[in-house]
């Protein structure tokens, strides 16, 4: 809601940002409104990633829940799934928020770092899922005995 409700604010920091720094942009008309467009659009890439990847987190950690991996497995992996979740839409609303500061390059390479520790939480727990929800499809019976520490005891 706030998007919607102060969206003219928001843009209207971005180009007193812009506006502040002449030395990074150059003060065209059509550069400023290109900085502040980017400015914008990473922002709002840092919603649409944090509700997309929320929602898919949560999908992921509630059928690693319903698994019968074990107690620690499931904490792990769905620690790593929710952090991963978690981190990555600062990327860009923090990439967002540098542009006008850093320009768009430096602001993208500033947060590198974070994405490279996000994006494997999020993906290295999703696939871990999958996996064990393969092996419980592929052994309904009981996982096999070299990853019997991973299936719940009974």
């Known amino acids: 809601m706030a998007f919607g409700i102060i969206e003219d604010d928001i843009k209207g920091?971005?180009?007193?940002?812009?506006?502040?720094?002449?030395?990074?942009?150059e003060q065209t008309p059509a550069n400023i409104k290109k900085q502040v467009h980017d400015s914008w659009r990473y922002t709002q890439r840092a919603h649409f990633h944090a509700?997309?990847?929320?929602?898919?987190?949560?999908g992921i950690i509630l059928a690693l829940a319903l698994s019968p991996?074990?107690?620690?497995?499931?904490?792990?992996?769905?620690?790593?799934?929710?952090?991963?979740?978690?981190?990555y839409p600062f990327c860009w609303l923090i990439a967002g928020l540098r542009i006008a500061s850093m320009g768009k390059p430096a602001a993208k390479a500033s947060?590198?770092?974070?994405?490279?520790?996000?994006?494997?939480m999020f993906f290295g727990g999703m696939m871990l899922t999958l996996l064990v929800l393969v092996?419980?499809?592929l052994f309904p019976q009981g996982w096999?005995?070299?990853?019997?520490?991973f299936q719940q005891e009974e």
């Open 13 to 25: 920091h971005f180009l007193s940002e812009v506006k502040a720094h002449p030395a990074i942009h």
């Open 111 to 120: 947060v590198d770092w974070l994405a490279y520790i996000s994006i494997p």
């Open 51 to 58: 509700q997309g990847l929320g929602a898919l987190g949560v």
């Open 144 to 149: 096999p005995g070299f990853l019997k520490n």
């Open 69 to 87: 991996a074990s107690r620690s497995v499931r904490k792990w992996v769905s620690l790593a799934v929710g952090g991963g979740a978690l981190l």
């Open 135 to 137: 092996f419980v499809w």
